[in-house]
């Protein structure tokens, strides 16, 4: 198999994400991965089965970091309104404090592998 290389990988994605948004309405996470395999299965027909299977769970992997980073927000602007921190454990806290150490490693490596993505909100 060749290497892919920026190019293919944007492709890969525009595909997946197009896909995501016109057909994963009920869509159980067996019938997404099933469904992913075979888009990229189907715009490299030459790649073996073990690699577009670590594509569609990569993909899938950070489309859900992304869905976490959303509810994140969501979450943080309601908690003002609704005063969670008072229920918060010492154990919350260290978790968060660990999840947040983790998404900046993430946010560091996705700035390391595109360096021309512009970032707002810094």
């Keep these: 198999m060749k290497k892919l290389n920026k190019q293919d ?10 896909d995501r948004m016109e057909n994963d309405k009920e869509m159980e996470n067996e ?9 990229i299965k189907s715009t490299h027909p030459d790649m073996n089965d073990e690699d577009v299977e670590k594509l569609a769970m990569n993909f899938t992997a ?10 994140v927000m969501i979450l943080s ?9 008072k229920f918060a454990r010492e154990d ?4 968060l404090y660990l999840a947040k150490k983790e998404i900046e490693k993430l946010i ?7 360096k021309d993505y512009l970032v707002f909100y810094e």
């Design 31 to 39: 019938q997404r991965y099933s469904r992913d395999f075979s888009l």
């Design 108 to 114: 560091k490596q996705i700035q390391a592998e595109h």
């Design 62 to 71: 950070m489309n859900n970091y992304s869905e976490f980073a959303k509810n």
């Design 9 to 18: 990988y944007k492709t890969i994605m525009a595909k997946l994400y197009i």
């Design 77 to 85: 602007q309601n908690s003002k309104k609704y005063e969670v921190v």
């Design 92 to 95: 919350d806290l260290n978790d």
